[in-house]
């Protein structure tokens, strides 16, 4: 009962405050017709035709509104004041793409800040069709000025650095005018040709051993059938590219995996000199086999990194084994490991041919190899690297390489030092 009760005079309160509003709304009309039933009621002498009309232009003042009259309240309520709408040209200069618009005989009457940065300074009344001079540009000016609608087109600038758009044409108002909008491709572009460029890599890579593993069994069915000694090398080569390929697989899983979570986790308070140490042990007998004499040049006390334990072995291995293979000839292997402030680090140095400059930014590369034969004969897959970087990048550290060719090569590691005392 209490509740019925008030809930209906919840609703009582509630028309209340609607017809409060709309006698606000139409006070004025209300008062103006008032005035006027009053006006001809006092002259023509009725009081109750008077009153009649009062209460038709009460009620029709608290009747709800309905069709255009809603439609008024909805669109006043979502737009704001026309003094503070921006410009078309304010509009145009927030958009980060370059835009342009010309009038119907192709004069550009304006050009937004992304146009001028990237094609440099466009002036108003110059022509547009003198500017874009591509054979793809000037049939697309040419139907926006005839006033036909054209598919966008793709356009690119070499200089000063490569760059590709796809180019639309948006017709202004009715007078001809017409925008042309340029999205940017290019990242989208280069990510297309890096794609490309590692299927056509990784494909590359698994199709030699494949290659020979299929040319071997060939062999085996055809005239070695009844060899057993060519059957047995065979098997043992098969044996060899089956174990490349394996490894090329696990590479790219690998590389794949850390693509997949750029920024490692918190990761763990790691020593780094016993990390070093631990590396220098698992690859002891690869150091002994390519008779390399190896230098420890390590701090007697604990250096701490935030790290994530296994992955930092796989850098270090990597280093290590490419100043074996590739280092080799010089004989020396030197590791030594520092601190400051900020930083650890970890070099790793081999007195071998070193790597010419030109080469240096790219060996970080996938599949980049400074001579593939060497790296083939080596069982490399010329990932190393790239799986290296993107360790340190996801660790907040970096790689840096010198070298002097014919005096060897320097890796190093550089990575943030833990801060807290507690991990020290
Ligand atoms: N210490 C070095 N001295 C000379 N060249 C090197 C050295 N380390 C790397 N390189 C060159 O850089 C290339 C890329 O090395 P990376 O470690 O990425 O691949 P890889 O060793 O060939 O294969 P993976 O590491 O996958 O087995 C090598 O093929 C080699 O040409
Ligand atoms: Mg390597």
């Known amino acids: 009962?209490?509740?019925?009760?008030?809930?209906?005079?919840?609703?009582?309160?509630?028309?209340?405050?609607?017809?409060?509003?709309?006698?606000?709304?139409?006070?004025?009309?209300?008062?103006v017709a008032l005035t006027a039933v009053a006006l001809l009621a006092g002259l023509s002498g009725q009081i109750a035709a008077g009153l009649v009309g009062a209460l038709a232009v009460l009620a029709a003042a608290l009747a709800p509104r309905t069709g255009a009259a809603k439609q008024v309240v909805k669109t006043s309520a979502t737009t704001a004041a026309p003094s503070d709408l921006p410009s078309g040209q304010e509009l145009a200069a927030a958009i980060a793409d370059p835009l342009i618009v010309c009038d119907r005989h192709g004069?550009?009457?304006?050009?937004?800040?992304?146009?001028?940065?990237v094609f440099g300074r466009i002036h108003p009344s110059e022509l547009?069709?003198?500017?874009?001079?591509?054979?793809?540009m000037q049939d697309l000016i040419g139907a926006a000025i005839a006033g036909h609608s054209v598919q966008p087109v793709d356009?690119?600038?070499?200089?000063?650095?490569?760059?590709?758009?796809?180019?639309?044409v948006t017709p202004i108002g009715a007078d001809?005018?017409?925008?042309?909008?340029?999205?940017?491709?290019?990242?989208?572009?280069?990510?297309?040709?890096?794609?490309?460029?590692?299927?056509?890599?990784?494909s590359h890579e698994l199709r030699t051993p494949l290659a020979s593993i299929s040319g071997f069994i060939e062999t085996l069915r055809g005239p070695a059938r009844n060899d057993a000694e060519a059957r047995e090398r065979f098997l043992q080569i098969m044996h060899t590219q089956t174990g490349r390929m394996a490894r090329l697989i696990d590479d790219l899983l690998s590389?794949?995996?850390?693509?997949?979570?750029?920024?490692?986790?918190a990761g763990t308070a790691v020593d780094l000199v016993a990390l070093t140490r631990q590396v220098t042990d698992s690859l002891g007998q690869m150091i002994r086999d390519n008779e390399m004499a190896l230098t420890l040049d390590l701090p007697a006390e604990p250096v701490r990194v935030l790290v994530n334990a296994d992955e930092i072995v796989q850098v270090v291995e990597n280093l290590v084994e490419n100043a074996c293979k590739y280092g080799q000839s010089g004989k020396q292997l030197h590791i030594a490991l520092s601190t400051d402030a900020e930083e650890a680090s970890l070099s790793v140095r081999d007195h071998g041919p070193g790597i010419p400059a030109e080469h240096i930014p790219r060996v970080t590369e996938r599949f980049y190899r400074v001579d593939v034969e060497?790296?083939?004969?080596?069982?490399?897959?010329?990932?190393?690297?790239?799986?290296?970087?993107?360790?340190?990048?996801?660790?907040?550290?970096r790689l840096t390489i010198r070298s002097t060719p014919g005096e060897g090569a320097t890796f190093t590691l550089h990575l943030p030092l833990a801060k807290d005392p507690t991990t020290r």
Do not use: C
Not at 107 to 117: D, I, K, Q, T
Not at 128 to 136: C, D, G, M, Y
Not at 255 to 265: F, I, T, V
């Open 1 to 31: 009962m209490a509740s019925d009760s008030s809930a209906s005079s919840l609703l009582a309160r509630r028309y209340a405050a609607r017809w409060r509003m709309r006698l606000r709304d139409n006070a004025l009309l209300l008062a």
């Open 107 to 117: 004069v550009v009457l304006f050009a937004n800040a992304a146009a001028s940065l």
């Open 128 to 136: 547009i069709a003198l500017r874009f001079r591509s054979p793809e």
């Open 155 to 168: 356009y690119g600038e070499r200089v000063p650095i490569e760059r590709s758009f796809k180019v639309s």
């Open 176 to 202: 001809g005018r017409f925008a042309l909008h340029f999205r940017d491709q290019s990242e989208t572009r280069r990510i297309d040709r890096m794609r490309a460029d590692f299927i056509a890599n990784a």
């Open 255 to 265: 590389l794949s995996r850390l693509e997949m979570k750029p920024l490692a986790g």
């Open 374 to 397: 060497t790296s083939r004969v080596q069982k490399g897959t010329g990932l190393g690297l790239a799986i290296v970087k993107h360790i340190l990048t996801r660790h907040k550290g």
